[in-house]
């Protein structure tokens, strides 16, 4: 079983549209929880972390369920520039300050 | 940007010739850490560093090596490479994010093993 674990997708959605990408995570002492964009052939780069209360950032908003080790991703307003991987990572509060990473979710924005 | 160069950004090479990547980051950073990424697989630790001369093991070490003899650089070596070991490879830093900390990546560096 994946410790981190995303649907891959993709998902095909028009512009404009509303999208949600849900992550599970099995380790219940995870401390820190982020969502990262990553683009064909590039590196991740960090989209946002996400906190207990839920965070916002322009367009996308990302939440936090504990009790459900359940992270999810609202985008709105889909651009074709937000066309990506989306990739769930994880810190389970390791000595080394390791991440767990999701395979990520694949978003194809369309015209 | 978190100032991390890798070396080369494209390799080809042939099977049991040894391959040698670098990581450079200019910030300081104490952790650095190498990753492979592979279809199906996502991003998998290799080794990763938390000091000079400190490494420790990750998910996938088997018939890989690094050192770090400055805080500035982190390499890898494949000690005799092979077609498994064709990939995608990222450098990564951790970097303080407002009360928690995470990981910066750099380029990554493109290798085909023949």
């Known amino acids: 079983r994946k410790e981190v674990e995303q649907d891959p997708g993709p998902f095909n959605v028009p512009e404009g549209a509303t999208v949600a990408f849900n992550c599970t995570y099995s380790?219940?002492?995870?401390?820190?929880f982020f969502w990262y964009r990553q683009d064909c052939r590039k590196e991740p780069k960090l989209l946002m972390s996400?906190?207990?209360s839920g965070n916002e950032d322009g367009r996308f908003t990302a939440q936090l369920n504990r009790a459900s080790q359940y992270i999810s991703l609202l985008i709105r307003d889909s651009k074709l520039s937000d066309s990506a991987t989306y990739l769930c990572?994880?810190?389970?509060?390791?000595?080394?300050?390791?991440?767990?990473f999701g395979g990520g979710t694949r978003l194809m924005v369309k015209p | 940007d978190a100032g991390i160069t890798q070396s080369p950004r494209h390799k080809v090479t042939e099977t049991g010739t040894p391959v040698t990547l670098r990581c450079h980051q200019t910030?300081?950073?104490?952790?650095m850490y190498w990753y492979r990424q592979d279809p199906g697989h996502g991003l998998r630790l290799i080794h990763y560093?938390?000091?000079?001369?400190?490494?420790d093991k990750g998910e996938v070490s088997d018939g890989y090596s690094v050192s770090r003899s400055k805080t500035e650089d982190f390499l890898l070596t494949l000690e005799s490479a092979t077609s498994s070991q064709t990939s995608v490879y990222f450098c990564?830093?951790?970097?303080?994010?407002?009360?928690?900390?995470?990981?910066?990546f750099g380029p990554g560096t493109r290798l085909l093993v023949l």
């Open positions: 560093s938390y000091g000079v001369k400190d490494t």
């Open positions: 380790n219940s002492a995870s401390q820190s």
């Open positions: 990564a830093i951790t970097k303080g994010l407002g009360g928690g900390e995470t990981q910066y």
């Open positions: 910030e300081n950073h104490r952790y």
């Open positions: 990572v994880v810190n389970e509060n390791n000595a080394g300050n390791m991440l767990t």
């Open positions: 996400v906190y207990s």
